[in-house]
Protein backbone atom coordinates (compact mmCIF):
# COMPACT_ATOMS: atom_id res chain seq x y z
CA UNK A 1 0.00 0.00 0.00
CA UNK A 2 1.73 3.50 -0.95
CA UNK A 3 1.83 6.09 1.81
CA UNK A 4 -0.67 9.50 0.75
CA UNK A 5 2.00 11.56 -0.81
CA UNK A 6 3.68 8.60 -3.29
CA UNK A 7 3.09 8.90 -6.73
CA UNK A 8 4.59 5.33 -7.60
CA UNK A 9 5.32 2.92 -5.17
CA UNK A 10 7.15 -0.65 -5.30
CA UNK A 11 4.03 -3.46 -5.93
CA UNK A 12 4.29 -5.85 -3.18
CA UNK A 13 4.23 -9.81 -3.30
CA UNK A 14 0.42 -10.29 -2.82
CA UNK A 15 -0.84 -7.36 -4.70
CA UNK A 16 1.15 -9.22 -7.75
CA UNK A 17 -0.90 -12.29 -7.07
CA UNK A 18 -4.29 -9.80 -7.69
CA UNK A 19 -2.69 -8.81 -11.09
CA UNK A 20 -1.42 -12.32 -12.28
CA UNK A 21 -5.01 -13.82 -11.68
CA UNK A 22 -6.46 -10.68 -13.02
CA UNK A 23 -4.26 -10.84 -16.09
CA UNK A 24 -5.14 -14.61 -16.38
CA UNK A 25 -8.74 -13.95 -16.56
CA UNK A 26 -9.39 -10.98 -18.82
CA UNK A 27 -6.55 -13.82 -21.41
CA UNK A 28 -9.92 -16.48 -20.91
CA UNK A 29 -12.63 -13.46 -20.68
CA UNK A 30 -11.92 -11.22 -23.73
CA UNK A 31 -11.74 -14.15 -26.35
CA UNK A 32 -15.64 -15.22 -25.13
CA UNK A 33 -17.01 -11.42 -24.87
CA UNK A 34 -15.36 -10.82 -28.71
CA UNK A 35 -18.22 -13.41 -30.33
CA UNK A 36 -20.87 -10.32 -28.86
CA UNK A 37 -20.86 -7.64 -31.27
CA UNK A 38 -21.75 -4.60 -28.84
CA UNK A 39 -19.10 -2.81 -26.78
CA UNK A 40 -16.91 -3.89 -23.94
CA UNK A 41 -16.56 -1.70 -20.88
CA UNK A 42 -13.70 -2.42 -18.91
CA UNK A 43 -13.54 -0.29 -15.61
CA UNK A 44 -10.33 0.39 -13.17
CA UNK A 45 -12.12 2.11 -10.33
CA UNK A 46 -8.48 2.94 -8.53
CA UNK A 47 -5.97 2.39 -11.59
CA UNK A 48 -3.07 4.50 -9.89
CA UNK A 49 -0.17 5.66 -11.63
CA UNK A 50 0.14 2.50 -14.23
CA UNK A 51 3.70 1.67 -12.97
CA UNK A 52 5.59 0.70 -9.64
CA UNK A 53 8.87 1.42 -8.45
CA UNK A 54 9.94 -2.47 -8.69
CA UNK A 55 9.10 -2.86 -12.60
CA UNK A 56 5.85 -4.55 -12.65
CA UNK A 57 2.91 -2.74 -14.38
CA UNK A 58 -0.20 -1.13 -13.32
CA UNK A 59 -3.55 -3.01 -13.67
CA UNK A 60 -4.69 -0.60 -16.52
CA UNK A 61 -1.79 -1.09 -18.34
CA UNK A 62 -2.33 -5.29 -17.81
CA UNK A 63 -5.91 -4.55 -19.23
CA UNK A 64 -4.70 -2.94 -22.54
CA UNK A 65 -2.06 -5.28 -23.23
CA UNK A 66 -4.21 -8.24 -23.01
CA UNK A 67 -6.33 -6.80 -24.94
CA UNK A 68 -3.76 -5.43 -27.75
CA UNK A 69 -1.72 -8.61 -28.02
CA UNK A 70 -4.37 -11.02 -27.12
CA UNK A 71 -3.44 -13.70 -30.00
CA UNK A 72 -7.14 -13.93 -30.69
CA UNK A 73 -7.73 -11.29 -33.58
CA UNK A 74 -11.35 -10.73 -33.30
CA UNK A 75 -10.16 -9.47 -29.35
CA UNK A 76 -8.63 -6.77 -31.26
CA UNK A 77 -11.18 -5.86 -33.77
CA UNK A 78 -13.57 -5.47 -31.14
CA UNK A 79 -14.95 -2.20 -29.66
CA UNK A 80 -13.78 -1.69 -26.28
CA UNK A 81 -13.81 1.17 -23.80
CA UNK A 82 -11.44 1.60 -21.22
CA UNK A 83 -12.76 3.98 -18.06
CA UNK A 84 -9.14 4.41 -15.61
CA UNK A 85 -10.28 6.08 -12.60
CA UNK A 86 -8.06 8.12 -10.40
CA UNK A 87 -8.38 10.44 -7.49
CA UNK A 88 -4.86 11.49 -7.12
CA UNK A 89 -3.53 13.92 -10.20
CA UNK A 90 -0.53 13.31 -10.14
CA UNK A 91 -0.46 9.27 -10.60
CA UNK A 92 -3.35 10.00 -13.18
CA UNK A 93 -0.77 11.93 -14.87
CA UNK A 94 2.08 9.36 -14.15
CA UNK A 95 -0.66 6.56 -15.88
CA UNK A 96 -1.66 8.85 -19.32
CA UNK A 97 1.79 9.14 -19.58
CA UNK A 98 3.09 5.67 -19.72
CA UNK A 99 -0.06 4.67 -21.38
CA UNK A 100 1.33 7.34 -24.44
CA UNK A 101 4.93 5.49 -23.80
CA UNK A 102 3.79 2.22 -24.07
CA UNK A 103 0.78 2.60 -26.72
CA UNK A 104 1.30 5.35 -29.07
CA UNK A 105 -1.18 4.08 -31.38
CA UNK A 106 -4.37 2.45 -30.25
CA UNK A 107 -6.46 -0.15 -31.99
CA UNK A 108 -9.18 1.57 -34.38
CA UNK A 109 -11.98 0.68 -31.76
CA UNK A 110 -10.01 0.87 -28.68
CA UNK A 111 -11.05 4.03 -26.79
CA UNK A 112 -9.49 5.09 -23.52
CA UNK A 113 -10.67 7.76 -20.84
CA UNK A 114 -9.94 8.70 -17.73
CA UNK A 115 -11.53 10.10 -14.66
CA UNK A 116 -9.68 12.64 -12.29
CA UNK A 117 -11.94 11.95 -8.97
CA UNK A 118 -12.74 9.12 -6.70
CA UNK A 119 -14.54 6.00 -7.72
CA UNK A 120 -17.94 6.86 -6.46
CA UNK A 121 -17.87 10.00 -7.46
CA UNK A 122 -17.13 9.29 -11.01
CA UNK A 123 -20.53 6.97 -11.53
CA UNK A 124 -22.11 9.53 -12.35
CA UNK A 125 -20.71 10.06 -15.31
CA UNK A 126 -19.25 6.05 -15.57
CA UNK A 127 -22.74 5.38 -15.40
CA UNK A 128 -23.80 6.65 -18.78
CA UNK A 129 -21.30 4.09 -19.98
CA UNK A 130 -22.45 1.80 -17.92
CA UNK A 131 -26.08 2.04 -19.39
CA UNK A 132 -25.64 1.88 -23.09
CA UNK A 133 -24.07 -1.53 -22.09
CA UNK A 134 -27.36 -2.67 -20.10
CA UNK A 135 -29.27 -1.76 -23.12
CA UNK A 136 -27.50 -3.90 -25.25
CA UNK A 137 -26.58 -6.40 -22.87
CA UNK A 138 -22.73 -5.79 -23.14
CA UNK A 139 -20.49 -7.53 -21.29
CA UNK A 140 -18.67 -4.80 -18.75
CA UNK A 141 -15.66 -5.30 -15.95
CA UNK A 142 -15.22 -3.95 -12.95
CA UNK A 143 -11.98 -3.72 -11.68
CA UNK A 144 -12.79 -2.11 -8.19
CA UNK A 145 -9.01 -1.96 -5.63
CA UNK A 146 -9.26 0.79 -3.17
CA UNK A 147 -6.90 1.06 -0.46
CA UNK A 148 -9.76 1.77 2.54
CA UNK A 149 -13.50 0.98 2.74
CA UNK A 150 -15.08 4.61 2.25
CA UNK A 151 -14.91 5.29 -1.62
CA UNK A 152 -16.81 1.27 -2.83
CA UNK A 153 -20.44 1.18 -1.21
CA UNK A 154 -22.38 -2.06 -2.06
CA UNK A 155 -25.19 0.85 -3.83
CA UNK A 156 -22.10 1.33 -6.62
CA UNK A 157 -21.52 -2.33 -6.90
CA UNK A 158 -25.60 -2.90 -6.96
CA UNK A 159 -25.85 -0.45 -9.51
CA UNK A 160 -22.82 -2.07 -12.08
CA UNK A 161 -24.74 -5.49 -11.34
CA UNK A 162 -27.94 -4.28 -13.31
CA UNK A 163 -26.60 -5.61 -16.66
CA UNK A 164 -26.62 -9.16 -16.47
CA UNK A 165 -23.20 -9.49 -18.73
CA UNK A 166 -21.67 -7.17 -15.85
CA UNK A 167 -18.39 -8.45 -13.21
CA UNK A 168 -16.83 -6.94 -10.65
CA UNK A 169 -13.42 -7.78 -8.99
CA UNK A 170 -13.28 -6.18 -5.63
CA UNK A 171 -10.82 -5.58 -3.41
CA UNK A 172 -12.09 -5.93 0.56
CA UNK A 173 -9.19 -5.08 3.39
CA UNK A 174 -10.16 -7.33 6.36
CA UNK A 175 -7.58 -5.94 8.68
CA UNK A 176 -8.45 -2.57 7.67
CA UNK A 177 -12.40 -3.04 8.83
CA UNK A 178 -11.67 -5.31 11.72
CA UNK A 179 -9.25 -2.20 13.43
CA UNK A 180 -12.38 0.15 13.31
CA UNK A 181 -15.48 -2.31 13.70
CA UNK A 182 -16.27 -0.73 17.34
CA UNK A 183 -15.34 3.21 15.58
CA UNK A 184 -18.44 5.29 16.02
CA UNK A 185 -17.40 7.76 13.05
CA UNK A 186 -16.12 4.50 10.93
CA UNK A 187 -19.46 2.79 10.92
CA UNK A 188 -21.14 5.34 8.60
CA UNK A 189 -18.56 3.85 6.20
CA UNK A 190 -19.18 -0.31 6.85
CA UNK A 191 -23.06 0.61 6.57
CA UNK A 192 -22.22 1.77 2.89
CA UNK A 193 -19.49 -1.29 2.30
CA UNK A 194 -22.04 -3.72 3.04
CA UNK A 195 -25.23 -1.85 2.17
CA UNK A 196 -26.63 -2.13 5.22
CA UNK A 197 -26.08 -2.25 9.38
CA UNK A 198 -26.41 -6.14 9.52
CA UNK A 199 -22.50 -6.28 10.14
CA UNK A 200 -22.86 -4.87 13.12
CA UNK A 201 -23.79 -8.27 14.58
CA UNK A 202 -19.80 -9.36 14.51
CA UNK A 203 -19.11 -6.88 17.10
CA UNK A 204 -20.59 -9.57 19.03
CA UNK A 205 -18.29 -12.03 17.74
CA UNK A 206 -15.07 -12.51 20.16
CA UNK A 207 -13.48 -15.16 17.70
CA UNK A 208 -11.05 -13.74 15.29
CA UNK A 209 -11.92 -16.25 12.76
CA UNK A 210 -15.66 -16.47 12.98
CA UNK A 211 -15.47 -12.83 12.69
CA UNK A 212 -13.85 -12.71 9.62
CA UNK A 213 -15.87 -15.52 8.24
CA UNK A 214 -19.30 -13.64 9.39
CA UNK A 215 -18.37 -10.28 7.16
CA UNK A 216 -17.34 -12.67 4.20
CA UNK A 217 -20.32 -14.32 4.11
CA UNK A 218 -22.69 -11.19 4.82
CA UNK A 219 -20.17 -9.34 2.16
CA UNK A 220 -20.64 -12.28 -0.50
CA UNK A 221 -24.68 -12.65 0.28
CA UNK A 222 -25.02 -8.91 -0.20
CA UNK A 223 -23.20 -9.24 -4.06
CA UNK A 224 -25.80 -11.81 -4.65
CA UNK A 225 -28.71 -9.51 -3.60
CA UNK A 226 -27.10 -7.03 -6.04
CA UNK A 227 -27.84 -10.14 -8.61
CA UNK A 228 -24.41 -11.74 -8.39
CA UNK A 229 -25.36 -15.51 -8.54
CA UNK A 230 -22.22 -16.48 -8.37
CA UNK A 231 -18.94 -14.94 -5.78
CA UNK A 232 -16.13 -16.68 -5.46
CA UNK A 233 -13.30 -15.62 -3.34
CA UNK A 234 -9.56 -15.71 -2.48
CA UNK A 235 -6.97 -14.36 0.21
CA UNK A 236 -3.75 -12.66 -0.37
CA UNK A 237 -1.09 -13.28 2.63
CA UNK A 238 2.01 -11.70 3.28
CA UNK A 239 3.85 -14.97 4.69
CA UNK A 240 1.48 -15.71 7.46
CA UNK A 241 -0.67 -12.50 7.78
CA UNK A 242 -3.88 -12.04 6.02
CA UNK A 243 -3.31 -8.65 4.11
CA UNK A 244 -6.87 -8.75 1.91
CA UNK A 245 -9.67 -10.71 0.11
CA UNK A 246 -10.32 -10.01 -3.51
CA UNK A 247 -14.20 -11.03 -4.50
CA UNK A 248 -15.42 -11.76 -7.85
CA UNK A 249 -18.93 -11.54 -8.85
CA UNK A 250 -20.65 -12.78 -11.72
CA UNK A 251 -24.12 -13.44 -13.10
CA UNK A 252 -22.35 -16.57 -14.98
CA UNK A 253 -21.46 -19.61 -13.78
CA UNK A 254 -19.11 -19.50 -16.77
CA UNK A 255 -17.49 -16.40 -15.53
CA UNK A 256 -17.10 -17.63 -12.18
CA UNK A 257 -15.46 -20.74 -13.71
CA UNK A 258 -12.96 -18.71 -15.60
CA UNK A 259 -12.02 -17.05 -12.42
CA UNK A 260 -11.48 -20.14 -10.52
CA UNK A 261 -9.52 -21.63 -13.09
CA UNK A 262 -7.57 -18.36 -13.10
CA UNK A 263 -6.88 -18.62 -9.78
CA UNK A 264 -5.77 -22.43 -9.65
CA UNK A 265 -3.24 -21.50 -12.09
CA UNK A 266 -1.51 -18.60 -10.29
CA UNK A 267 -1.87 -19.73 -7.02
CA UNK A 268 0.86 -22.20 -7.10
CA UNK A 269 3.25 -19.43 -7.32
CA UNK A 270 1.87 -16.85 -4.95
CA UNK A 271 0.26 -16.85 -1.49
CA UNK A 272 -3.30 -17.55 -1.51
CA UNK A 273 -6.37 -19.21 0.44
CA UNK A 274 -8.67 -19.35 -1.83
CA UNK A 275 -12.84 -20.28 -0.55
CA UNK A 276 -15.79 -21.07 -2.48
CA UNK A 277 -19.42 -19.81 -1.57
CA UNK A 278 -19.46 -23.60 -0.87
CA UNK A 279 -17.84 -23.31 2.18
CA UNK A 280 -14.69 -25.14 1.00
CA UNK A 281 -10.87 -24.09 1.48
CA UNK A 282 -8.49 -25.43 -1.00
CA UNK A 283 -4.46 -25.21 -1.03
CA UNK A 284 -3.74 -25.81 -4.60
CA UNK A 285 -0.31 -26.72 -4.08
CA UNK A 286 -1.56 -29.95 -2.09
CA UNK A 287 -4.76 -30.94 -3.81
CA UNK A 288 -7.17 -33.93 -2.84
CA UNK A 289 -9.73 -34.32 -5.46
CA UNK A 290 -11.77 -36.47 -2.38
CA UNK A 291 -13.84 -33.48 -1.55
CA UNK A 292 -14.80 -32.41 -5.30
CA UNK A 293 -15.96 -36.25 -5.61
CA UNK A 294 -18.11 -36.06 -2.24
CA UNK A 295 -19.32 -32.66 -3.75
CA UNK A 296 -20.81 -33.74 -6.55
CA UNK A 297 -21.82 -37.80 -5.35
CA UNK A 298 -24.11 -35.01 -2.83
CA UNK A 299 -25.78 -33.48 -5.15
CA UNK A 300 -26.07 -35.52 -7.67
CA UNK A 301 -26.27 -39.23 -6.68
CA UNK A 302 -29.38 -41.48 -7.13
CA UNK A 303 -30.17 -39.36 -10.28
CA UNK A 304 -29.82 -39.77 -13.88
CA UNK A 305 -27.65 -36.60 -15.08
CA UNK A 306 -25.14 -35.30 -18.29
CA UNK A 307 -21.74 -34.14 -17.68
CA UNK A 308 -22.82 -31.10 -18.38
CA UNK A 309 -24.68 -30.59 -15.55
CA UNK A 310 -21.75 -31.69 -13.05
CA UNK A 311 -19.89 -29.07 -15.16
CA UNK A 312 -22.23 -26.20 -14.43
CA UNK A 313 -22.48 -27.56 -10.72
CA UNK A 314 -18.71 -27.67 -10.14
CA UNK A 315 -17.93 -24.31 -12.32
CA UNK A 316 -19.91 -22.44 -10.16
CA UNK A 317 -19.67 -20.90 -6.66
CA UNK A 318 -20.77 -24.31 -5.38
CA UNK A 319 -17.48 -25.59 -5.13
CA UNK A 320 -13.96 -24.77 -5.15
CA UNK A 321 -12.99 -26.52 -8.35
CA UNK A 322 -13.56 -25.77 -11.99
CA UNK A 323 -14.54 -27.61 -14.89
CA UNK A 324 -12.19 -28.69 -16.54
CA UNK A 325 -10.87 -31.16 -13.25
CA UNK A 326 -14.17 -33.13 -12.59
CA UNK A 327 -14.13 -35.62 -15.32
CA UNK A 328 -10.71 -36.85 -14.68
CA UNK A 329 -10.57 -36.27 -10.94
CA UNK A 330 -14.05 -37.32 -9.80
CA UNK A 331 -15.98 -39.12 -12.45
CA UNK A 332 -13.44 -41.69 -13.22
CA UNK A 333 -12.22 -42.55 -9.91
CA UNK A 334 -16.07 -42.83 -9.14
CA UNK A 335 -16.28 -45.40 -11.96
CA UNK A 336 -13.14 -47.50 -10.90
CA UNK A 337 -14.59 -47.46 -7.38
CA UNK A 338 -17.75 -49.18 -9.18
CA UNK A 339 -19.88 -46.13 -8.17
CA UNK A 340 -20.55 -44.73 -11.37
CA UNK A 341 -22.86 -46.44 -14.01
CA UNK A 342 -23.61 -45.09 -17.58
CA UNK A 343 -27.14 -45.29 -19.20
CA UNK A 344 -27.34 -48.48 -21.05
CA UNK A 345 -28.34 -46.37 -23.77
CA UNK A 346 -25.62 -43.95 -23.63
CA UNK A 347 -22.79 -46.75 -24.07
CA UNK A 348 -22.03 -46.98 -27.32
CA UNK A 349 -21.60 -43.00 -27.52
CA UNK A 350 -18.08 -43.86 -25.55
CA UNK A 351 -15.35 -44.40 -27.77
CA UNK A 352 -13.16 -46.38 -24.67
CA UNK A 353 -13.84 -46.57 -20.86
CA UNK A 354 -13.56 -43.32 -18.67
CA UNK A 355 -14.13 -40.72 -20.98
CA UNK A 356 -17.89 -38.72 -20.76
CA UNK A 357 -18.81 -36.91 -23.55
CA UNK A 358 -21.21 -33.84 -22.00
CA UNK A 359 -24.61 -35.45 -23.60
CA UNK A 360 -24.32 -39.50 -22.08
CA UNK A 361 -26.33 -39.67 -18.97
CA UNK A 362 -24.32 -41.48 -15.75
CA UNK A 363 -25.34 -41.93 -12.52
CA UNK A 364 -23.66 -41.75 -9.31
CA UNK A 365 -25.24 -44.58 -6.71
CA UNK A 366 -25.60 -43.53 -3.16
Same mark, same amino acid.
Given at each position: ?37 ? #???? &? ?10 ? =? ?8 ? *? ?54 ? *? ?25 ? =? ?37 ? %????? *??? @? =? ?8 ? %? ?13 ? #? ?32 ? @? ?18 ? #???? @? ?9 ? *? ?18 ? &????? @? ?51
Amino acid at each position: MPKNKEIVWELEEHSLGKHLVFKKYLNAWLPILSKWHG #RLLI &IDGFAGPGEYKN =GYLGSPIIAL *EAAISHRHHAVRDQEIVFYFVESNKKRLENLKKVVAEKFPSLPDKFQVRYADASFD *EAMDDLLSYVEVQNKNLAPCFAMIDPF =GVSDTPMSVIHRILRNRRAEVYVSVMYEFINRFLHSKEF %APHLT *ELF @G =GNEWMDVQLI %ADRSERKKFLYDLYK #RKLKESRATNAVHFELLKGNRHVYSIFFATQSWK @GADKMKAAIWDVAPSGDFVF #RSGG @GQELDVTCVDY *ESLIDSISARFAGSWVTPAQ &IAEFV @GSDNTVYHSSQFKKNALKPLEQRGKLVIHDDDLPKRSRRFTYRNDIRLMILP
